[in-house]
């Protein structure tokens, strides 16, 4: 038994089962809407009862995990006489990570004898997700601390993120994206291509023409830029699920490979892009 715990947080978009499954902790981002002083965690509500309100004009506020929260869920593993490696959400997007960091720094003085080590993933949704899954899967190789570490800060760049929308509004009100990009998208039947740089922004690359095209060229960056397609593919959407349907029976028929994890995009990262997001996320040269 690994004597440390990946931590991780909401803005993974990997469902709690799964991350359980993956033997993964996490610590939960908070959204509210703008007509309703009531805070909910990122996996109160269901994704599709969130994006029905997202459709009928109601806007969400994010929030990242305050220094508390993680204190006490880092604390109950240091009391089991465990380490931790949190793997955390982009500090290009959140003070998230910061939060971690401020937390594990109050904690040390409490817990000489342990060791928690940060990793600024600069990723998001299921790139995030992604990350968190590979750098289990060599804790469960029989990665010490340290190595899984190391694993995790050689990979995160190579975590390519590839996006698109069907309305930039969400990201442009949200801040995650520039209005002169957004207007550059404003045509009918114009939709954006993004991907995350390296410090872990969201940025718009180029546009297609329609839908279709959009979605295609994810697909078509994953056969350029992909360098093992033995590693596993990761997919995320806002209440899409057909479409990523496509997507997948694509892999598996032009490129033999199977899709290993269809995420929801949850409300804290559904806020910002709205419905209608599907996200590509593969290992690959670069970003």
């Not at 998230?96 to 003085?109: G, K, M, P, Q, W």
């Not at 190789?141 to 570490?149: F, S, V, Y």
Request: with cysteine; aromatic share 10%.
């Amino acid at each position: 038994m690994a004597d440390y715990v990946i931590y991780t947080d909401s803005a993974c978009d990997v469902d709690p089962e799964t991350l359980k499954k993956w033997g993964v902790s996490y610590s939960e981002l908070t959204f509210v809407f703008d007509d309703d002083g009531r805070q909910y965690r990122n996996y109160d509500m269901p994704n599709k009862a969130f994006y029905d309100n997202i459709r009928a004009g109601r806007l969400a506020a994010t929030s990242a995990v305050n220094n508390q929260v993680f204190e006490d869920g880092f604390r109950k593993i240091l009391e089991t006489g465990r380490d931790i490696l949190y793997i955390g959400f982009s500090t290009g997007l959140s003070a998230t990570f910061n939060n971690a960091v401020l937390a594990a720094d109050s904690l040390r003085e409490q817990f000489p004898e342990r060791r928690m080590i940060m990793v600024d993933s600069r990723c998001a949704s299921a790139g995030q997700g992604l990350l968190v899954y590979l750098t289990a899967k060599k804790r469960d190789e029989g990665a010490t601390l340290d190595e899984a570490a190391a694993y995790a800060e050689d990979m995160k760049l190579r975590i390519n993120h590839w996006y698109t929308v069907d309305d930039l509004k969400y990201l442009r009100k949200g801040g995650r994206i520039g209005a002169v990009a957004a207007r550059v998208v404003t045509s009918i039947g114009i939709k954006p291509v993004m991907n995350m740089d390296d410090p872990g922004h969201l940025i718009f690359k180029y546009i297609a023409r329609g839908r279709k095209n959009s979605l295609r060229a994810l697909i078509k960056e994953y056969a350029k830029r992909v360098t093992d397609k033995t590693m596993e593919v990761f997919i995320s959407h806002a209440d899409v699920l057909d479409e990523v349907t496509e997507m997948v029976r694509t892999f598996r028929e032009e490129f033999g490979v199977k899709v290993a994890y269809v995420a929801n995009i949850g409300p804290v990262i559904g806020g910002h892009t709205g419905p209608g997001c599907v996200a590509l996320f593969f290992v690959g040269s670069g970003r």
